[in-house]
């Protein structure tokens, strides 16, 4: 909607912004939970409702129950930005000649070829058993798919796709990319990974949301690349 769109989704979050904004505390309260029961079938409709969710929850959070309903609680903004009309018209520019697809990231590989860029940004493996964030769909990601994950990359280095993947930084992760080994001629060549610090912007606790650092793995064909271009 935001690529094909951007007009109607902008009217129509005129409308809520307007509706929302005049209302005291409880009738902001009262309409934010009468949009969240809604189920709208029309497109336009469904992207304005869930931008304004997201503008208007608890902490800009999303998170559904098991039956994949939206559950997030009203949030306590005093003048939440309902609508940034430049913002998604510069969106909408961004997205004009671009593919989305919404598929299993093992199938979302299989056409890219050599000399491609890959970026992977998967759930992330938890820091701790109790910070589990592998819950915040109803698609569940456990260790099992981060370890396909690890599969499929290897299968793209090995087609010479250029890779890159974010993840969190555990012992878990180091592990796994640090231990992987490609044929490079008669040597073996390894993923480079890089420690990187990430603002978290969701905390259940504000004063919690300091920076984390996370991990961000190159496979060896990016790192050649990225050799190359920086040589030239
Ligand atoms: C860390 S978030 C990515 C956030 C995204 N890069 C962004 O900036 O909005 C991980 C995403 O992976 C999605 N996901 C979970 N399981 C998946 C699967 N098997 N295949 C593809 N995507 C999956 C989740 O729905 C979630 O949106």
Redesign the pocket.
Known sequence: VVRDGVEPLIRRLETYAREYLGRDDEGRERYYYEVRAQEPADEVERAARMLFLNRTCYNGLYRVNRAGRFNVPHGRYVRPRILDADALRRASRALARVDLRSV??GD?GADAEAGDFVYI????VPLSETSSFTDY?T?R?GMR?QLELRWLIDELTERGVLVMLSNSDVDWVHTAYETARYRAGEAFAHHRIDRVPARRMINSRGDRRSPVDELVVMNPPLVEALRRGAAR
């Open positions: 299993d990231v979302a940004d998967p759930p992330f769909t698609g990601f798919e």
